[in-house]
Structure formats: C-alpha cells, structure tokens
C-alpha cells in the first residue's frame, strides 16, 4: 500500500541536529505550528517581516497561513522551490525554517527565513536550525552560496547570521505597514566560508529530495 511519502517524496526528508528535527510541513503539523505563532514571535509594535502576516486575526491568519503553505506545494518544481521545514525539539513544533531557490542551476544559491514561538527564543536554535538547512544545501544541493536578510534593528536575527559566517551584502527598504519602512541588512554567505558545526547533521531522504529538487 502506498504512503504519504511515497505520493510526496519530500514528506520523507528529514533533517537532525543534536537537539532539532526539520520536516517538512503537513497538514496535521497545522494546529501546533498557528498555536505556535499565536503565542507570539515577535514584539507586536515591531513587523520584523516582508509582509505583516502576523498582524491578521488570529482566526484569518489561521487560514490564510494554511492556503499559503498548501500553495507552496504546488509550485515545487525542478531548481524552483520553497521548502518549509517544521522545527521541532523534543517532539514540541518551536518554529519554522525555510529554504528557497530559484532557477538553482544558474544561480547554485538559496535563500532562508525562519521563526521561532516567543518560548524557544533566545537558546540558540535559530542558529542550529539556520545550521541544518545550510549544511543539507551545501552538502546535498550542490548549492555555492547562501543568502539571506533582517531589519537592521533585528539584531536576534543577525546575530545568528553573522555567527554562521554572512556577510553584509547591501541593503534595501521595505515597507510591511503603511508608513513603517524597514531598512533590511542582504546577507550572503559563501560555502568555503562556511564555519561548519562540531555536529554532523543525520539527513533522511535525500536521494529523493534531489530527485524532486534538481533539475533532471
């Protein structure tokens, strides 16, 4: 009988730190990833993102948060993808972690964002979990090169990128609320550059996540 993983190869693809597990996102992963923002990710006087989801009733948000990651299935296709990982430690979801190329064969770069619930912050898994996704592209991709940005207040943010070896690579204003422009730092970070963890990443399912992710 077939399974899930066997309809959606990238469903078997899972990513394992010392104290994170990175899996793609299914639907029954939904409740406790929006009980997860509705706890709080950010302080509300400040939209650290490109667009103000967070600020949507919790109910709208709800839904507009689940039409948004079924959407992104939908649009995987060789060298062109979003991949949103559900992070996990110790069973419980703390946030999420994303991974996304476009036309991956030309640019051989990615790009990130992620978050984390209110709880989880300020232990060091944002760059653990920032870690993992770079080690699986690096590694497993065949990716060059690794981009990424923050407002330039997030210093949360860039602390974690600058620990991980990015360098500032420009800037450019975004505006997520009406009359709040935020200055966001470009990041980049180059695969030689890369200061690689004392751990070694447990990766599972590669072989079909490059058969979906690469170009053929």
Same mark, same amino acid.
């Given at each position: 009988?077939?399974?899930?993983?066997?309809?959606?190869?990238?469903?078997?693809?899972?990513?394992?730190?010392?104290?994170?597990?990175?899996?793609?996102?299914?639907?029954?992963?939904?409740?406790a990833?929006?009980?997860?923002?509705?706890?709080?990710?950010?302080?509300p006087?400040?939209?650290?993102?490109?667009?103000?989801?967070?600020?949507?009733?919790?109910?709208?948000?709800?839904?507009?948060?689940?039409?948004?990651?079924?959407?992104?299935?939908?649009?995987?296709?060789?060298?062109?993808?979003?991949?949103?990982?559900?992070?996990?430690?110790?069973?419980?979801?703390?946030?999420?972690?994303d991974? $996304? #190329? @476009?036309?991956? !064969?030309? %640019?051989?770069?990615?790009? &990130?964002?992620?978050?984390?619930? /209110?709880?989880?912050?300020?232990?060091?898994?944002?760059?653990?979990?920032?870690?993992?996704?770079?080690?699986?592209?690096?590694?497993?991709?065949?990716?060059? $090169? #690794? @981009?990424?940005? !923050?407002? %330039?207040?997030?210093?949360? &943010?860039?602390?974690?990128?600058? /620990?991980?070896?990015?360098?500032?690579?420009?800037?450019?204003?975004?505006?997520?609320?009406?009359?709040?422009?935020?200055?966001?730092?470009?990041?980049?970070l180059?695969? @030689?550059?890369?200061?690689?963890?004392d751990?070694?990443?447990?990766?599972?399912?590669?072989?079909?996540?490059?058969?979906?992710?690469?170009?053929?």
């Open positions: 009988m077939l399974t899930l993983d066997d309809v959606w190869p990238l469903f078997a693809l899972r990513l394992r730190s010392p104290r994170l597990e990175l899996r793609l996102m299914r639907d029954d992963d939904l409740p990833v929006v009980e997860a923002v509705l706890a709080g990710i950010h302080p006087e400040r939209m650290p993102f490109d667009a103000p989801w967070t600020d949507a009733e919790p109910e709208q948000l709800a839904r507009d948060f689940a039409k948004y990651h079924w959407h992104l299935r939908t649009t995987v296709q060789p060298g062109t993808w979003t991949l949103d990982f559900v992070v996990l430690h110790e069973g419980r979801v703390i946030g999420m972690q991974l $996304r #190329a @476009e036309n991956l !064969a030309r %640019t051989k770069a990615v790009s &990130s964002g992620s978050w984390l619930t /209110r709880s989880a912050q300020g232990q060091g898994f944002g760059k653990e979990m920032r870690a993992a996704i770079l080690l699986f592209a690096f590694d497993h991709l065949d990716v060059e $090169r #690794a @981009e990424s940005s !923050a407002a %330039t207040w997030n210093e949360a &943010s860039l602390g974690v990128s600058r /620990r991980l070896g990015y360098v500032e690579d420009g800037q450019t204003v975004v505006e997520p609320r009406p009359g709040e422009p935020n200055t966001m730092q470009k990041l980049r180059d695969r @030689e550059h890369f200061p690689r963890p751990w070694q990443l447990e990766v599972h399912g590669a072989a079909a996540a490059r058969s979906e992710l690469l170009r053929r």
